[in-house]
């Protein structure tokens, strides 16, 4: 039988518990054995206790628990050579030679390198009498599959992230619960949400939110300039029988010059200018918590049950896999080239040709 190893990695993301029920169910019914690794990365490279085999019931109840519940980390040891040299021992020594990764694209890339480096390892720890030359034979080969669980929504190759739907409603929560007070008292707010190179939380919130103004990554404003047309903004938007004001920044905003934009300096510029009563609200982990929505966990299961196919269909020549949600379907590409497009718009941002990047982006709201 062929043996799964499942870890969550990186930052948590609502709808991978659904993921991980959906893999071990389904590689279950699918005749295979599935793993569970605790604590990511770091799991791996300390293994033990760490690596359990999993039974259907042992992630029965997972489907509405938001977070992680196998545990994420971020770990050192495994961007060394080193660490995965004992990650690869840790999985052949528990005859594991095929594994699922949710997580960002850090961790994806993580996966692809340890496969990349895969007979490099059997060869070192055959030599060292680490494993032997069974164990050698028996897992030549490692497969990668990789589901992307991250709230910010920031791989190309798929139109949304496990995780990003359900940090989406849970801002929008959380504005609309601001908006009645801030209505009541003629107040401003300032929110600040997550994203420090990608601003889809900040862009979606502010649509959904009918915010008055946005700060994003993808699209600085002019350093020295931006103040004015702020205010301008809001002040219109009053003249017009607005009672109150809303200002959604991401994390990681800047100005042109690459000056953060942070929720607090924005505060200052309203409370002096403008005069108004403004309050500054960092969601901070509230996104991150709570039951993920039906989207996330549809999008974990559907997605899971596909990454054990990718897996049983995957012959030694295939390179590691992604799964991806494209135009409503559920995709399996190479995932180099998921990442490798994804680069590609994190560096198009960063020479400022942010349009460029941001109607790239943006397909994945047309479709
Ligand atoms: P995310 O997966 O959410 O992007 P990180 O970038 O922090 O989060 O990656 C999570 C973990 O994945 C890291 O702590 C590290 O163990 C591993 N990792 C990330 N990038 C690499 C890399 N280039 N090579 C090897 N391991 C990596």
């Known amino acids: 039988t062929k043996r799964i190893g499942i870890l969550t990695s990186g930052g948590d993301a609502q709808g991978m518990n659904a993921a991980v029920r959906s893999i071990v169910r389904y590689s279950i019914q699918r005749g295979l054995e599935p793993f569970l690794i605790y604590d990511g990365y770091s799991g791996l490279v300390q293994g033990g206790s760490k690596i359990v085999q999993a039974k259907w019931s042992d992630v029965s109840g997972f489907l509405t628990h938001g977070g992680t519940l196998i545990g994420t980390a971020r770990c050192l040891e495994f961007r060394e050579k ?31 390198v340890l496969r990349a480096e895969w007979p490099e390892h059997i060869d070192a720890l055959l030599e060292s009498g680490e494993i032997t030359a069974q164990e050698a ?44 007070t801030a209505a009541s008292h003629h107040r401003a707010f300032v929110v600040e949400v997550m994203g420090r190179h990608c601003g889809w939380l900040a862009l979606s919130a502010a649509i959904c939110t009918g915010a008055d103004y946005l700060f994003i990554p993808e699209d600085p404003p002019k350093s020295g300039e931006w103040e004015d047309k702020l205010c301008e903004a809001l002040k219109n938007s009053r003249d017009r029988g607005k009672k109150t004001s809303l200002v959604i920044v991401a994390e990681g905003a800047t100005d ?29 982990h509230v996104q991150r918590g709570g039951s993920p929505t039906f989207i996330d966990r549809y999008l974990g299961t559907v997605q899971g049950a596909e990454a054990v196919e990718a897996i049983i269909r995957a012959t030694p020549h295939t390179p590691s896999q992604v799964i991806g949600l494209l135009e409503n379907r559920i995709t399996t590409q190479p ?33």
């Open 82 to 112: 080193e660490g995965r040299r004992i990650g690869a021992k840790t999985l052949i020594k528990n005859g594991i030679s095929s594994l699922v990764v949710i997580g960002g694209d850090g961790s994806l890339t993580g996966a692809d």
């Open 256 to 284: 042109s010059e690459l000056n953060s934009i942070k929720a607090d300096r924005i505060k200052e510029i309203l409370s002096e200018r403008l005069k108004y009563d403004t309050r500054v609200t960092i969601l901070g």
């Open 137 to 180: 034979r028996e897992n030549r080969h490692l497969m990668i599959a990789g589901m992307v669980g991250s709230i910010d929504n920031d791989l190309a190759s798929t139109d949304v992230t496990i995780g990003a739907n359900s940090a989406l409603t849970r801002i929008c929560e959380s504005v609309d619960a601001l908006q009645t």
């Open 335 to 367: 995932l180099q080239q998921a990442i490798e497009l994804t680069r590609s718009v994190a560096e198009r941002i960063n020479t400022k040709d942010f349009k460029g990047a941001l109607n790239l982006r943006s397909s994945s709201f047309a479709s």
